[in-house]
Structure formats: C-alpha cells, structure tokens
C-alpha cells in the first residue's frame, strides 16, 4: 500500500474498498441470506363470547439463540387489543389476506456475538394457518422458516 493511501486510510478520507482492496471483518462477506433465520410458531383461538388470542414464539438463529414469545389479546367487552413481546426490538404483522398469510418479522440482532455493533433486520413469508385445533376447534396454528435480511427502513 502507497504511504500516501495509509495517511488518507488512517485519516478516514478513504476506505479500504475506495482503494480496491477487500473489506475485513464479520459483515464483509456477509450476502443478504447469510443474516440467519426466525424459526416461528404462530397460535390463534377465539372463544364465543368474542374473545380473541393470538401467541407467536420466534427463535432466531443467531449465536446466541435469541427467543422471543409475543401475546395479543382481543377483549370485546371494551373493543380493545392489547400486544405485548418480552424482547423490545422484536415486532411482527400477520397479513391475513384469505386464502394467503403473510408474516413480517423485524428484529435487532448481534449477529457476531455481544461484541458486534446491533443489526436491524427483517423477514417476511407466506404461512400456513391450519384451524380447527383444540377441544373446540376454535384453535389454529402455523409454523414457518423466515429469512432475514438487511431491514433497509
């Protein structure tokens, strides 16, 4: 390397690649797919009184294993919904366009360990939701494989 790319590199006025030489470290030569995955489990049910519930248990691939368990409940008595996840950076939305699901998943991640810089990432997948699940048959289920990507948001 040129004395002069050094003094500019260490400067921060170029970067390794503005110079032609590959980038190092953990994200260099990470594609799009190489992000990891959710492994999801997604539980419905409503009851006669009008009740509704909802669960997805999201484990994503990531060393370490991050587990996330999400709740929503209906309550028609005062026309309210409550969500809740026990992990803040996880959300998701569930697309229910009949006779297609759709989930989208979006979550902060370390992808190399604690000591990697926080990545915002996203999936989205189509989802099969079977119903007829449980002693009443109001119950339904789903269970699908997200990618994550690169969230460009």
Same mark, same amino acid.
């Given at each position: 390397?040129?004395q !002069?790319?050094?003094?500019?590199?260490?400067?921060?006025l170029l970067t390794?690649a503005? =110079?032609?030489y590959?980038?190092k470290?953990?994200l260099?030569d990470?594609a799009?797919?190489q992000?990891?995955y959710?492994? !999801?489990t =997604?539980t419905?049910?409503n009851?006669a009184s009008?009740?509704?519930?909802e669960?997805?248990?999201a484990?994503?691939?990531?060393?370490p294993? %991050?587990?996330?368990?999400?709740?929503?409940l209906?309550d028609p &008595?005062?026309n309210?919904?409550?969500r809740?996840?026990?992990?803040?950076?996880?959300?998701y939305?569930v697309d229910?366009?009949w006779?297609?699901?759709?989930?989208t998943v979006?979550?902060?991640v370390q !992808?190399d360990? %604690?000591?990697?810089t926080?990545?915002?990432?996203?999936?989205k %997948?189509?989802?099969?939701i079977?119903?007829?699940?449980?002693? &009443?048959g109001r119950?339904?289920?789903?269970?699908?494989?997200?990618?994550? &990507?690169v969230?460009?948001?």
């Amino acid at each position: 390397m040129h004395q !002069l790319h050094r003094s500019l590199l260490s400067l921060g006025l170029l970067t390794p690649a503005a =110079l032609g030489y590959a980038l190092k470290g953990p994200l260099a030569d990470r594609a799009d797919s190489q992000y990891g995955y959710w492994d !999801l489990t =997604l539980t419905r049910g409503n009851a006669a009184s009008g009740y509704r519930w909802e669960n997805l248990a999201a484990t994503y691939s990531g060393a370490p294993e %991050a587990v996330v368990n999400c709740k929503m409940l209906y309550d028609p &008595t005062v026309n309210e919904t409550t969500r809740s996840c026990d992990e803040p950076s996880f959300s998701y939305e569930v697309d229910s366009e009949w006779p297609e699901n759709w989930i989208t998943v979006r979550q902060t991640v370390q !992808l190399d360990g %604690a000591e990697s810089t926080p990545v915002a990432v996203v999936g989205k %997948a189509q989802i099969e939701i079977e119903c007829g699940k449980g002693a &009443t048959g109001r119950g339904c289920e789903g269970v699908v494989r997200v990618e994550a &990507t690169v969230d460009g948001n």
